[in-house]
């Protein structure tokens, strides 16, 4: 387990979303075993479920986009499902970065280039981005 994933697993059990999402998300350190990260996946949904949270949504968004297959065998149903957690991640904090980048990435993955076009806009107004920004382009 790398560092980054430590120190996001800690911060999640002591219920420091923001902090558990940016190991995660920014630091690219969800963990390559299939097992720990439906372990992962399990844990966050069903807090989601419970208490919603802008984090929460952006780091089930990262795994849909990645991952899926933790949760289901379809990329297309991952994908909406992905454009629902950010689309309730950014209902909550309506400037999230994440949401607002991973609902982008879900509607680009689905060739809906317009719909891509605003949310990415609006996460590179919230995060610089050279990967965006190219394709934005």
Known sequence: MN????????AFRQRNY????KN???????PDDTEELKE????VNSINE???????CAILGLI????????????????????????QGITISPNHPWCHRHAGSA????NQWEEAFLYYEKAVSLIPSPTLQIRLF
């Open 50 to 56: 419970t208490t919603p949270n802008a984090d929460l």
């Open 24 to 30: 995660w998300i920014k630091g690219h350190a969800l």
């Open 40 to 43: 992962i996946y399990l844990w």
């Open 107 to 110: 509607f680009y993955w689905m």
């Open 64 to 87: 849909a986009l990645d991952h899926h297959e933790v949760f289901t065998s379809n990329r297309e149903k991952a994908l909406l499902q992905c454009i629902e957690w950010s689309k």
């Open 18 to 21: 923001t902090a558990a999402a």
């Open 3 to 10: 560092t980054l994933h430590k120190e996001a697993v800690e």
